[in-house]
């Protein structure tokens, strides 16, 4: 039973453009939480998608948007990159009714030059 | 808005020796509370949670959490540590205003070393 994958692990862009990072979450979950773990610190919550909708949004400004498709799969997708962006971008997947239970994949790590 | 200090940012400990990691929290209403273990270059792993009840909690890999309600801490320990224990360590924290979505919100972290 494959768990929760990212792709791409490892991503350099440049100050201005704009990326997409991906995940599929563990087999038969149903909501995707996005986080952003800075250099040293603990991760932030950005958003979460159920039902291919955003549910719950953390302190991100719009830059930072997200999707998720029909077989549960989410993408996040950050516009006008900076450099304060570069972090370790980490999925994590989770079942609506059990929502406190949280697995976690292994992240992308995003470095803007 | 709630929030989670992690008192010690780095730990370290020698083998079969006893260790604690300090968390505290501050939230306005009713919480669950998390620690989560990374080890490089990788994602976040859940050793233990609490949600009600008892306020001992154990986790896997013989850790080990209470819960204190009156000093709003939840701090984790182990009787004796390996070195595969080596590893960053995160407390969590949610409340049920956010609902459905368990919104967690994570401390700085703190590194255990456990030394040879």
């Known amino acids: 039973d494959a768990g929760v994958t990212q792709s791409p692990t490892h991503l350099i862009k440049t100050r201005g453009q704009q990326v997409t990072l991906r995940c599929s979450p563990k087999?038969?979950?149903?909501?995707v939480s996005w986080y952003q773990q800075a250099l040293g610190q603990g991760p932030q919550f950005i958003f979460q998608?159920?039902?291919?909708?955003?549910?719950q949004r953390g302190n991100f400004p719009d830059r930072f948007s997200g999707h998720q498709y029909p077989n549960y799969s989410s993408e996040l997708n950050v516009n006008a990159l900076l450099l304060g962006d570069s972090a370790l971008y980490l999925c994590?997947?989770?079942?609506?009714?059990?929502?406190?239970?949280?697995?976690f994949g292994s992240g992308t790590q995003l470095s803007v030059l | 808005a709630q929030s989670v200090t992690q008192l010690d940012s780095q730990v370290p400990v020698f083998e079969e020796a006893p260790v604690e990691l300090r968390c505290n929290y501050s939230?306005?209403?009713?919480?669950?509370l998390f620690w989560y273990v990374q080890y490089p270059n990788q994602g976040l792993q859940l050793l233990l949670k609490?949600?009600?009840?008892?306020?001992l909690v154990k986790g896997i890999n013989g850790f080990e959490a209470e819960f204190n309600k009156s000093q709003t801490s939840f701090h984790l320990r182990k009787p004796s540590v390996h070195i595969s224990d080596t590893a960053e360590y995160f407390c969590?924290?949610?409340?049920?205003?956010?609902?459905?979505?368990?919104?967690?919100?994570f401390g700085s972290g703190t590194q255990l070393t456990v030394l040879p």
């Open positions: 994590a997947s989770s079942l609506v009714q059990i929502n406190e239970k949280l697995f």
């Open positions: 998608y159920y039902e291919e909708e955003e549910r």
């Open positions: 939230s306005s209403v009713s919480v669950y």
């Open positions: 609490y949600l009600s009840g008892s306020t």
């Open positions: 087999s038969g979950h149903d909501t």
């Open positions: 969590a924290v949610s409340d049920d205003r956010s609902g459905s979505a368990r919104q967690l919100t």
